[in-house]
Nanobody, 114 residues
């Protein structure tokens, strides 16, 4: 069973930045497209960004131009750099394969508030 450990969340003011990290215990990480997802209270979990094994990226319209997904296959880690944060970015952030194949981790809370 692959374990996913997300970290890097916190409380930040609007306009601020955070960098999220997600470490996967998978033996084979590099072959999977990975994604960052978020879930706000009372809402469904939605994909925020995806990155393919070769580094191609996709972003939800709501974060395009502000968020950057990247990966380090040597460290089995995927990152999400979040800039120009807005209150509507407040959510619990998770990573997984882009199809959600692995068990979900605990997530990392991002709160954007003044």
């Amino acid at each position: 069973q692959v374990q996913l450990v997300e970290s890097g969340g916190g409380l930040v003011q609007p306009g601020g930045s955070l960098r999220l990290s997600c470490a996967a215990s998978a033996r084979i990480f590099s072959v999977y497209a990975m994604g960052w997802f978020r879930q706000a209270p009372g809402k469904q979990r939605d994909v925020v960004a995806r990155i393919t094994p070769t580094g191609s990226t996709y972003y939800a319209d709501s974060v395009k131009g502000r968020f950057t997904i990247s990966r380090d296959n040597a460290k089995n880690t995927v990152y999400l750099q979040m800039n120009s944060l807005k209150p509507e970015d407040t959510a619990l952030y998770y990573c997984n394969t882009d199809q959600g194949l692995w068990g979900w981790g605990q997530g990392t809370q991002v709160t954007v508030s003044s």
